[in-house]
Protein backbone atom coordinates (compact mmCIF):
# COMPACT_ATOMS: atom_id res chain seq x y z
CA UNK A 1 0.00 0.00 0.00
CA UNK A 2 1.53 3.64 -1.27
CA UNK A 3 1.45 6.68 0.97
CA UNK A 4 -1.13 8.96 0.57
CA UNK A 5 -1.27 12.27 1.31
CA UNK A 6 -4.84 14.88 1.35
CA UNK A 7 -3.31 18.65 1.64
CA UNK A 8 -5.54 21.20 3.43
CA UNK A 9 -6.98 22.58 -0.08
CA UNK A 10 -7.51 18.97 -1.00
CA UNK A 11 -9.57 18.40 2.42
CA UNK A 12 -10.65 21.89 2.41
CA UNK A 13 -12.26 21.57 -1.08
CA UNK A 14 -13.76 18.13 -0.34
CA UNK A 15 -15.58 19.40 2.52
CA UNK A 16 -16.73 22.13 0.04
CA UNK A 17 -17.81 19.62 -2.51
CA UNK A 18 -19.76 17.75 0.15
CA UNK A 19 -17.48 14.34 -0.06
CA UNK A 20 -18.13 12.66 3.34
CA UNK A 21 -15.39 10.84 5.43
CA UNK A 22 -16.34 7.81 4.09
CA UNK A 23 -15.86 9.03 0.90
CA UNK A 24 -12.38 10.43 1.10
CA UNK A 25 -11.64 7.02 2.73
CA UNK A 26 -12.40 5.27 -0.48
CA UNK A 27 -10.11 7.88 -2.54
CA UNK A 28 -7.35 7.23 0.12
CA UNK A 29 -7.46 3.35 -0.44
CA UNK A 30 -8.11 3.10 -4.18
CA UNK A 31 -4.49 5.41 -4.26
CA UNK A 32 -2.78 3.26 -1.86
CA UNK A 33 -3.74 0.18 -4.47
CA UNK A 34 -2.90 1.85 -7.32
CA UNK A 35 -1.16 5.40 -6.91
CA UNK A 36 -0.84 5.66 -11.08
CA UNK A 37 -4.61 5.87 -10.92
CA UNK A 38 -6.41 8.27 -13.35
CA UNK A 39 -5.35 9.99 -16.87
CA UNK A 40 -2.25 12.00 -16.99
CA UNK A 41 -3.78 16.23 -17.57
CA UNK A 42 -1.12 17.63 -20.13
CA UNK A 43 0.02 21.00 -18.84
CA UNK A 44 0.19 20.05 -15.20
CA UNK A 45 3.49 18.65 -14.60
CA UNK A 46 2.29 14.99 -14.08
CA UNK A 47 -0.79 15.35 -12.54
CA UNK A 48 -3.93 13.11 -12.57
CA UNK A 49 -7.59 13.41 -12.83
CA UNK A 50 -10.08 11.20 -12.62
CA UNK A 51 -13.87 10.33 -11.43
CA UNK A 52 -15.55 8.73 -8.47
CA UNK A 53 -19.29 8.33 -7.83
CA UNK A 54 -20.77 10.42 -4.89
CA UNK A 55 -22.89 8.06 -2.82
CA UNK A 56 -26.32 7.84 -4.53
CA UNK A 57 -25.43 9.84 -7.25
CA UNK A 58 -23.45 7.63 -10.00
CA UNK A 59 -19.79 8.57 -11.28
CA UNK A 60 -22.83 11.83 -12.87
CA UNK A 61 -23.45 13.32 -9.69
CA UNK A 62 -19.74 11.96 -8.08
CA UNK A 63 -16.41 14.01 -8.29
CA UNK A 64 -13.29 15.32 -10.18
CA UNK A 65 -9.90 14.14 -8.27
CA UNK A 66 -6.40 15.99 -8.86
CA UNK A 67 -3.67 14.34 -7.59
CA UNK A 68 -0.20 13.75 -8.48
CA UNK A 69 2.35 10.49 -8.01
CA UNK A 70 5.77 11.51 -8.55
CA UNK A 71 7.52 7.91 -8.02
CA UNK A 72 7.64 5.19 -5.55
CA UNK A 73 9.44 6.88 -2.94
CA UNK A 74 7.29 10.05 -2.89
CA UNK A 75 3.45 9.62 -1.76
CA UNK A 76 0.68 10.24 -3.90
CA UNK A 77 -0.61 13.74 -3.05
CA UNK A 78 -4.73 14.17 -3.21
CA UNK A 79 -4.77 18.31 -4.54
CA UNK A 80 -7.65 19.32 -5.17
CA UNK A 81 -11.75 17.81 -5.84
CA UNK A 82 -14.41 19.56 -7.34
CA UNK A 83 -18.13 18.17 -8.21
CA UNK A 84 -18.60 16.80 -11.26
CA UNK A 85 -21.03 19.33 -12.08
CA UNK A 86 -18.65 22.34 -10.98
CA UNK A 87 -16.53 22.48 -13.80
CA UNK A 88 -15.19 19.76 -16.18
CA UNK A 89 -11.73 20.98 -16.58
CA UNK A 90 -9.06 23.40 -15.28
CA UNK A 91 -8.46 26.64 -16.55
CA UNK A 92 -4.69 27.17 -18.09
CA UNK A 93 -3.46 29.57 -15.31
CA UNK A 94 -5.03 26.33 -12.68
CA UNK A 95 -2.64 24.22 -14.84
CA UNK A 96 0.10 26.25 -14.59
CA UNK A 97 0.02 26.47 -10.73
CA UNK A 98 -0.48 22.69 -10.77
CA UNK A 99 2.64 22.35 -12.23
CA UNK A 100 4.12 24.73 -10.02
CA UNK A 101 2.96 23.10 -7.38
CA UNK A 102 3.97 19.42 -8.41
CA UNK A 103 7.64 20.73 -8.65
CA UNK A 104 8.22 21.81 -5.32
CA UNK A 105 6.02 18.72 -3.99
CA UNK A 106 8.53 16.22 -6.24
CA UNK A 107 11.69 18.05 -5.50
CA UNK A 108 11.16 18.16 -1.61
CA UNK A 109 9.99 14.82 -1.19
CA UNK A 110 12.53 13.68 -3.68
CA UNK A 111 15.06 15.76 -1.55
CA UNK A 112 14.11 14.07 1.88
CA UNK A 113 14.55 10.22 0.41
CA UNK A 114 18.26 11.33 -0.98
CA UNK A 115 19.56 13.61 2.23
CA UNK A 116 21.67 11.34 4.28
Same mark, same amino acid.
Given at each position: ? *? !? =? &?? !???? +?? @?? *?? @??????? #? !? %? =? &? %? +? +??? %?? $???? =???????? $??? #? =? @?? $??HGKSGGYRIVTVFGGEDIPVFLLTVFGKGEKDNLSKAECNDLAKLTKILIDTYGKKGKAK
Open positions: M *H !T =V &VE !TPAY +LS @AG *HA @AGMSEEE #R !T %E =V &V %E +L +LGD %EP $RYGK =VMKGTGGC $RKF #R =V @AG $RG
